[in-house]
């Protein structure tokens, strides 16, 4: 599931890649830092679950608003109207993949370098294959 809160002034939309994402206004402590005076410092969290986005105020001073209702919590559907003090956006739900973002860290290796770590006495990963029949050389594990 891809969800985007799209900002109503035509500003680039923000894709929520996190399970959680800390709304307000220092970008240090938020994942979406909006610069405005009437957002609090920490000012909500959306959490996105099985496909379905929650919102949930944090205590602001100008409340956080889903189309014109100030809510503390709540669920948000495709096409609501999610309003941050002054700030509005419009929720976006569908389908498809999140593509890799750059907090996403993946570790790539080739065969040069697994055999590298294998001279130098690292233990490598033992891959099995389903569709082999040959009984493996690994020790059997000690269940006691």
Do not use: W
């Amino acid at each position: 599931m891809i969800a985007k809160l799209i900002p109503v002034n035509g500003s680039p939309p923000y894709v929520i890649v996190r399970e959680v994402t800390l709304v307000g206004r220092t970008g240090t402590d938020c994942d979406l830092a909006i610069e405005s005076a009437s957002i609090s410092k920490l000012h909500c969290a959306i959490a996105r679950t099985d496909g379905l986005l929650f919102v949930r105020d944090l205590g602001s001073t100008n409340g956080t608003k889903v189309n014109g209702q100030r809510v503390t919590r709540g669920a948000l559907l495709p096409g609501d109207e999610l309003t941050f003090a002054n700030v509005r956006y419009k929720v976006f739900l569908g389908p498809g993949e999140i593509g890799v973002t750059p907090h996403d860290r993946t570790e790539t290796l080739d065969f040069a370098e697994l055999n590298d770590r294998s001279d130098a006495g690292v233990p490598l990963p033992v891959i099995f294959d389903d569709d082999d029949e040959e009984e493996s050389d690994a020790a059997p594990l000690d269940d006691e």
